[in-house]
Nanobody, 120 residues
């Protein structure tokens, strides 16, 4: 099973920037979908951004124009560049991967999460 390790979270002031990284234990070229989700206290987990193995991307409306998801295949890493951060962006951010094992089978994997806090 692929393992995902997030890093880069921390405390940042409103309007600031932060970059999250998700390192995979296997080549991400074999992972069809990698995403970032987030979950605020007492709230459900929401999809923030997705990138496919063909470099297609999608973003939640709340982060469009501010966040950028990208794949760095040589490093087996997916990054989330976050600009113009707002207090409502405060959450635990989770990396997600969908990896096909066969034509009819796939595995889904979650990272352990990294805390992002936006506060003055």
């Amino acid at each position: 099973q692929v393992r995902l390790v997030e890093s880069g979270g921390g405390l940042v002031q409103p309007g600031g920037s932060l970059t999250l990284s998700c390192a995979a234990s296997l080549s991400i070229s074999g992972i069809n979908v990698m995403s970032w989700y987030r979950q605020a206290p007492g709230m459900g987990r929401e999809l923030v951004a997705t990138v496919t193995n063909t470099e297609s991307t999608n973003y939640a409306d709340s982060v469009k124009g501010r966040f950028t998801i990208s794949r760095d295949s040589p490093k087996n890493t997916v990054n989330l560049q976050m600009n113009g951060l707002k207090p409502e962006d405060t959450a635990v951010y989770y990396c997600y991967a969908l990896r096909p094992l066969s034509r009819n089978t796939a595995e889904t994997v979650w990272g352990q999460g990294t805390q992002v806090t936006v506060s003055s």
